[in-house]
């Protein structure tokens, strides 16, 4: 599960130290942010993006800085993405990948990729997080604040705070922060605060909806590690 947490947002990346949960009591705006979200979904068929992440952590008081490219891409109502690291301080790129129910993390340098053990449902609760997710999904998946309408690079988004409802999620993820544009159903930023005090920022841009996605820069070899 922390494997994937760090794939998802290594997104998503994608924290500040043990920041306080926020009440989660009912208010007017969030059903009519689910319900956009719900008919932006409807329409959604593939989302690719450039990101930038900050990993910080709390215990050496040191960022880290990641960049790469992501994609996300539904098919028969099933959704893979694919996530591709560009090399950086010494370090190799590394491609993630979620397909046909598998989680593959491949390293570049080694030319080899590792399975990634994760229920469905783990998965899932992530794959909500604003691309292409449905307002009635992530309710189910979180708690949900929703703390009101922001701008970010020039487009209104809506400011969400989530807590998972799953334990076992909790026990890694304390809390995300959730910037969203509900027209297009795409995250422009999201923070991922963990239960360990670090956090993992993801910000992402050149975005680009519905558009024939090209997989092939984020091809993984056929080789497990270790065979």
């Not at 059903?31 to 709390?58: G, M, V, W």
């Not at 129910?101 to 340098?109: L, P």
């Amino acid at each position: 599960m922390k494997e994937l947490v760090r794939m998802n947002c290594r997104l998503f990346a994608l924290l500040l130290v043990a920041a306080p949960a926020f009440s989660q009591q009912p208010n007017d705006r969030l059903p009519a942010t689910l319900k956009k979200l719900d008919a932006a979904s409807a329409h959604f068929t593939s989302a690719q993006a450039d990101f930038k992440k900050e990993l910080y952590d709390h215990v050496v008081r040191d960022t880290e800085t990641q960049n790469g490219k992501v994609y996300f891409l539904r098919e028969k109502n099933a959704t893979q993405f694919g996530m591709k690291l560009l090399p950086g301080n010494g370090e190799a790129g590394r491609i993630d990948e979620y397909k046909n129910g598998t989680v593959k993390d491949f390293n570049e340098k080694t030319g080899c990729y590792q399975s990634v053990q994760a229920s469905a449902s783990k998965i899932e609760t992530f794959l909500t997080l604003g691309f292409g997710g449905a307002g009635t999904d992530l309710e189910k998946a979180w708690k949900i604040t929703d703390v009101g309408e922001e701008t970010m690079d020039g487009l209104k988004t809506e400011h969400l705070d989530l807590i998972p409802r799953s334990d076992d999620v909790k026990s890694n993820i304390k809390r995300v922060s959730l910037w969203i544009d509900l027209e297009r159903d795409v995250s422009l930023q999201q923070v991922f605060h963990t239960s360990s005090g670090d956090t993992q920022t993801a910000h992402y841009f050149n975005i680009q909806l519905n558009k024939k996605v090209d997989t092939k820069p984020f091809k993984i070899a056929d080789k497990p590690c270790g065979k």
